[in-house]
C-alpha cells in the first residue's frame, strides 16, 4: 500500500469514526443539525415582522427571511467547530489521541478525521436551514455560479473555524477550557451583520460589527445567494477565513506533534 493510499484509507476510518459519534450522542445533533433550524424558525416565525420592518432595502423584496438565512448558514458553522472543539478535547483528556499516536497509521488522520466530520455535518445542517427557509419564502436569486461562489465562501470558513476548533481542542486541559471559544463563535454572529445591518447600531457596537470576522462573511454569501453587489466584503471574508485557517492549522498540527511526555 502506497503513502497516499494508506493516508486516505486511515482518514477515512477517522471520518467513520467522528460520523458514528454524532449519531450516538443526540446531543450533538441538535447543537450542530437542530439549533440553526430552531434559531431560522425563531426569528422569522416570532421577531421577523418586526425585524423585517425596519430594514428597509437590506432585504430584497422586503422579506426578512431573504436578509436572515445566509447569517444562519454562517452560524450553523460555529456550532459544528463548537462540536468539534469538545470532540478532539474529549478525545486528547480521555486517552484517545495518546493512544493513537502509538499505532501504526497515518499520524495526521487523526485531525483530518475531525476537519472532514465537521464539513459533512455543516453541509448538512446547511442543507436543513435552506429547506426549511424555502419553506418559508425564502427565494433565493443567485445563479450556478453564485452557488459555486457561495459554497466555497462556506467551504473556508469551515476550515478556518474548525482548524481553531482543533486547536483549541487539543490545547485546553479539559472541556471547560473550551468555553471560551464556545462563546465566541456563538455570540459572535448575533453583533454581525445576520440578523440587522451594522448601520442600525450605535456607537462602538457598529464600529464592532463592521470590522469583525463574521460580518464580511455574511454579506458575501447574502450578495451571492441575493445577486446584490458584495462589494469589498468578498476580499475581507477570504482574507479573514484564509488567515484564520492557516493559523489555526499551524498551531493545531505544532500542538499535535509535541510530545506529551515533555
Not at 425596519?54 to 438565512?69: K, S
Not at 448538512?124 to 465562501?153: E, H, K, M, N, Q
Request: with cysteine; net charge positive; charged share 10%.
Amino acid at each position: 500500500m502506497t503513502t497516499t493510499s494508506h493516508a486516505v484509507t486511515d482518514s477515512a476510518t477517522m471520518l467513520r469514526r467522528n460520523l458514528r459519534h454524532v449519531l450516538r450522542f443526540p446531543d450533538v445533533l441538535v447543537m450542530s443539525l437542530g439549533l440553526p433550524v430552531i434559531l431560522l424558525l425563531l426569528f422569522v416565525g416570532v421577531f421577523g415582522s418586526a425585524l423585517g420592518a425596519g430594514l428597509g432595502g437590506a432585504a430584497r423584496g422586503g422579506d426578512y427571511v431573504d436578509y436572515l438565512v445566509p447569517g444562519i448558514i454562517t452560524m450553523s458553522v460555529g456550532y459544528g467547530a463548537t462540536t468539534t472543539a469538545l470532540a478532539v478535547n474529549k478525545d486528547m483528556t480521555e486517552g484517545v489521541i495518546a493512544r493513537f499516536r502509538t499505532m501504526a497509521i497515518f499520524r495526521p488522520a487523526v485531525l483530518v478525521g475531525h476537519v472532514v466530520a465537521a464539513a459533512v455535518r455543516t453541509m448538512v445542517s446547511t442543507g436543513l436551514v435552506i429547506a426549511v427557509s424555502l419553506l418559508l419564502g425564502f427565494r433565493p436569486a443567485a445563479g450556478p455560479a453564485g452557488w459555486f461562489a457561495a459554497i466555497g465562501v462556506l467551504a473556508l470558513l469551515v476550515l478556518a473555524l474548525t482548524w481553531l476548533a482543533v486547536a483549541i481542542g487539543l490545547a485546553a486541559r479539559n472541556a471547560e477550557g473550551v468555553s471560551l471559544f464556545t462563546l465566541l463563535v456563538q455570540v459572535l454572529p448575533f453583533t454581525s451583520s445576520a440578523f440587522v445591518p451594522p448601520d442600525s447600531m450605535s456607537g462602538v457596537l457598529r464600529w464592532f460589527a463592521e470590522n469583525e470576522p463574521f460580518t464580511p462573511v455574511i454579506d458575501t454569501m447574502r450578495g451571492l445567494l441575493l445577486g446584490t453587489p458584495v462589494g469589498g466584503s468578498a476580499v475581507a471574508a477570504v482574507a479573514w477565513c484564509t488567515g484564520l485557517a492557516v493559523a489555526g492549522f499551524l498551531w493545531a498540527t505544532a500542538l499535535f506533534r509535541r510530545d506529551p511526555t515533555r
